[in-house]
Every structure is written in C-alpha cells, then in structure tokens.
C-alpha cells in the first residue's frame, strides 16, 4: 500500500475520534517503516487537534512502526502496549505523550435511528349540537334564491289561450 492510502486511512480515523479525554497538549511524529514507508504528526495544540502528513520537529515523541500496525493501533483493532511488547511498535521520548493516544476516544458507532411512530389517526370531530328551536327554524324556512325572490314580485305572465276554429 503507498503511503499516500496509508496515511489517508489514518487520519480518517482519528478525525472521527472524540478527543475530550485529552488533558494536556503533545505533538507525536509517527514514522511508519516498511511498505509505505514515510511519516506523519498527530498533535493537540491549544484545544485543537491535527493528523497532517508531514515531519514534526518539535515533537514529544517519535513512534516507529508498520503503516498496518499504526492502522490498527489508531482504529482500535490494536492495543499500542501490546504491540510494544510484541515489537510491533517502537518509540522515543516522553512515554506519557505516547499514552495520549490511549485518551482518544474511539468514535461510536452509528446506530440506525428508531423507525418514527406513527401518529394516531386523527379523530373526527363530532358534529355540534345545536338547540332544537334553531333546528325546528332551520328546518322550517327552505332555502331562497334571489331569483324566486325576482320571479315572484315581477308581474304575472299573460296566459294566451288558443281557440279551436
């Protein structure tokens, strides 16, 4: 794997990390050896935290190992002491800014939201009551058109008849 892919794949996972647990800041240059070979910081400056691809001078500590060990160290997959005791993982300088890697908390992993419930059918509203003399009124006057009202105030028609001859 080019050290391009290598490093990539790093810093996405540490850029999902909570970094809350952090209490003091560090700067480590991590130099993976072997397939990919090259280097890159993690540092947590002021409240800030960076993973950039580059050589870090001023830093804690160096941490020397394979670019798969880091990967596996920084996703989880991998206990950095046991990689230590295994040989996996070598470093230089201040141990306990080493450790800060150990305070990264390792981002949750997404659940699926709860399906949202459904809402109950609306209820229809019952329709309201009215009194029995404004019943009785409604019911007794038949609805008038304004063209009754014209029909039946105009003058009668002319009935014509028709006489048989």
Do not use: H, W
């Amino acid at each position: 794997m080019t050290y391009e892919k290598t490093f990539d794949g790093i810093k996405k996972t540490l850029m999902k990390a909570d970094t809350s647990g952090l209490d003091r800041d560090f700067a480590l240059q991590c130099n993976i050896q072997g397939e990919g070979e090259g280097s890159f910081y993690i540092a947590f400056k002021e409240g800030v935290f960076s993973v950039e691809p580059y050589d870090y001078k001023d830093n804690d500590a160096q941490l020397y190992a394979s670019g798969d060990t880091f990967s596996k160290m920084l996703s989880g997959k991998l206990d950095g002491g046991k990689a230590f005791e295994q040989g996996l993982l070598g470093f230089d300088g201040d141990v306990e800014a080493v450790l800060m890697l150990k305070k990264l908390k390792k981002p949750a992993t997404e659940k699926k939201a709860p399906a949202a419930k459904k809402a109950a059918p609306a209820k229809k509203a019952a329709p309201a009551k009215k009194s029995t003399n404004a019943a009785k009124a409604t019911a007794a006057k038949p609805a008038v058109k304004k063209s009754d009202v014209a029909k039946a105030t105009a003058a009668p028609a002319k009935e014509e008849t028709k006489t048989e001859k």
